[in-house]
């Protein structure tokens, strides 16, 4: 069974997704009373009518969690207009870390992953609050921004986007790193197709679109939900896929104790393995701002 903390707009779009794919049982937990048992009776009318056979409950009762392989933490505020993900950090913290030690209390076993914003910090305190081993809390992130980077590719390149095999690592925030040197169109490395400024355009365009998504539509739901979806599955279905995602480093690119964005193989343990890349000057600068935002963003943390 798959939990959902948070049945709000993405976390609630997310379970609809891994319910549609038949992934596992679904169950949605939100604090406010009536709304996850409303998500339960929609998204149970949509398997009925498409025939699937998982079954999805929701309730403000934690306990029905109990014995989930995955939970999924979307509890919290989410970013209004002229906000940073930072912004949310103090009021944040509290509401994941209260649900983050009800879903261990529940479900010991289960691989958490995180998406309340700011991303990579809130995945400290998931780990913090559960004392979970590391490899069972992962941060949602590097999907989501990579999949925001293929668009803008195919935009400019008039490509399919299935030929785009694109790589975003670093902080989920202002210090994203889209890879131009590990992106290829087909094969072809993307170095190859565009000039040094082109690349730099398509990385500055790839760095606004959330905030565009926000100011227009109030939130980013859909893409967001098909990133955590791709995550559930590697889990659940033991898939050992390779993403980017936010786990602890352990000295690996030069860094201690700090959670960001790297290509990780995601399976039924968490994360099985942390690739290391071999990064140039610039994007090493960039990477590094965001580990300093990141340790900030912990430094800057209320009690636990
Ligand atoms: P939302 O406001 O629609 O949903 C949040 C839900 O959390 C609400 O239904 C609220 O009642 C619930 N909640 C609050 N406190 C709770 C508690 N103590 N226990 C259980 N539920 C609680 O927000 P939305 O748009 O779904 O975003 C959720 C979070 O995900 C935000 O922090 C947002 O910034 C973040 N986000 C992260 C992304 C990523 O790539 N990591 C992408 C998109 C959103």
């Known amino acids: 069974m798959i939990g959902f903390v948070g049945a709000g707009r993405v976390g609630a779009q997310a379970a609809l997704e891994v319910a549609s794919l038949g992934v596992d049982d679904v169950v949605l937990v939100d604090i406010v009373p ?8 929609d998204i149970s009318h949509k398997l009925s009518e498409t025939g699937v056979d998982v079954s999805v409950t929701g309730s403000s009762d934690y306990s029905n969690i109990r014995g989930a392989t995955v939970v999924v933490i979307t509890a919290g505020l989410a970013r209004k207009p002229g906000m940073t993900r930072m912004d949310l950090l103090g009021k944040n913290a509290g509401i994941v870390s209260s649900v983050a ?25 998931v780990q913090r609050a559960t004392g979970f081993p590391k490899s069972r809390v992962v941060g949602m992130g590097g999907v989501l921004d990579l999949s925001r980077f293929k668009h803008v590719l195919s935009l400019k390149l008039g490509v399919s986007r299935s030929s ?14 889209p890879l131009a040197r590990y992106t290829s169109i087909g ?35 859909d893409a967001p939900a098909n990133a955590i979806a791709r995550m559930v599955k590697a889990v659940a279905w033991d898939r050992r896929e ?52 990141i340790r900030e963003g912990v430094a800057a943390l209320p009690p636990l």
């Open 101 to 125: 030690k009800e879903a261990a209390r529940y479900a010991p076993d289960a691989v958490l992953i995180t998406v309340t914003n700011p991303m990579d910090v809130m995945n400290y305190v």
């Open 34 to 41: 009536g709304l996850a048992e409303g998500e339960e009776l």
């Open 187 to 221: 094969g072809v490395p993307l170095t190859s197709i565009l000039n040094e400024k082109e690349i730099e355009e398509t990385i500055q365009s790839t760095r606004q679109v959330a905030i565009d998504v926000i100011s227009k539509k109030g939130a980013t739901v």
């Open 164 to 177: 785009i095999m694109a790589l975003v690592i670093g902080e989920h925030g202002e210090n994203m790193l």
């Open 242 to 293: 390779v993403l980017p995602a936010s786990t602890f480093l352990d000295g690996r690119y030069g860094v201690e104790d700090v959670g960001i964005g790297v290509p990780l193989m995601l399976g039924a343990k968490g994360v099985e393995k942390v690739y290391e890349l071999e990064l140039d000057e610039k994007e090493r600068a960039q990477f590094m701002k965001g580990v300093e935002t």
